[in-house]
């Protein structure tokens, strides 16, 4: 089968001037002329298949397919996990908790049910000082994850932070009737019988916490300030 190089129209093979376009033949028959044609023809096919899409797509919302689609495939390539595991290097490197927040999103618009994502979210607002949304942040995330003590620990931490320190306490103590030894646990109700100014509970449980593992930095600040508060009385 031959075509017209200049418009693609289909040759019966003996024609000096194209039918469809006027076109006068060099040579039908050279391979380049038949490249060409051939390759008119395919964008006529394809254009002609960009006008039915168009015209299949009048009504339906494009962008939900695409977003469907995106999210779907980010999915099936676990890509939330990817998300989650910058965000938590981030973290850990003490980076910008803007940034770790926006992974986190992005995880959680792949899976909403990613509990780590809350997590390390919650964390990074907590570091930004929004304690309300943190504790709300947290909260999902331990609603999907019950056994993410360190959840309730930065739960407890906010609450500490927002002057919530009933509401501390008891989130501690949560923690510790799973966990008696849970250090950051017993450090955190030290830091708030500290607030209260109850200096000797809060020795008491600076001292068994230091048992478990060294108190130092500012913590270990605070112990010291207590010390001479006893050894005054």
């Known amino acids: 089968m031959k075509f017209c190089y200049e418009c693609g129209c289909k040759l019966e093979g003996n024609e000096e001037i194209c039918p469809e376009c006027g076109e006068v033949f060099k040579n039908t028959q050279n391979p380049n002329d038949f490249m060409e044609s051939t390759f008119n023809q ?112 930065y739960i407890a931490k906010a609450s500490r932070l927002n002057g919530d320190l009933d509401y501390s306490l008891k989130v501690y103590d949560s923690i510790l009737n799973i966990d008696d030894k849970y250090y950051e646990a017993i450090l955190g109700k030290a830091l708030v019988y500290f607030q209260l100014k109850d200096y000797a509970e809060a020795n008491k449980l600076f001292e068994e916490a230091n048992n478990i593992s060294s108190v130092e930095g500012y913590a270990k600040h605070k112990w010291d300030f207590c010390l001479e508060k006893i050894n005054k009385e």
């Open 42 to 153: 395919f964008l006529e096919d394809i254009d002609q298949l960009k006008d039915n899409a168009v015209e299949f797509m009048k009504d339906v919302d494009i962008d939900d397919i695409l977003d469907d689609f995106s999210i779907n495939s980010k999915r099936a390539l676990n890509q939330d996990a990817f998300y989650v595991a910058r965000a938590r290097r981030k973290l850990e490197n003490a980076g910008d908790n803007q940034r770790v927040i926006y992974l986190c999103n992005k995880a959680l618009l792949v899976d909403e049910r990613n509990w780590e994502a809350y997590y390390l979210k919650g964390r990074a607002l907590i570091n930004l000082g929004r304690y309300d949304e943190a504790i709300d942040v947290l909260l999902d995330s331990l609603a999907l994850n019950e056994e993410n003590l360190e959840a309730r620990e």
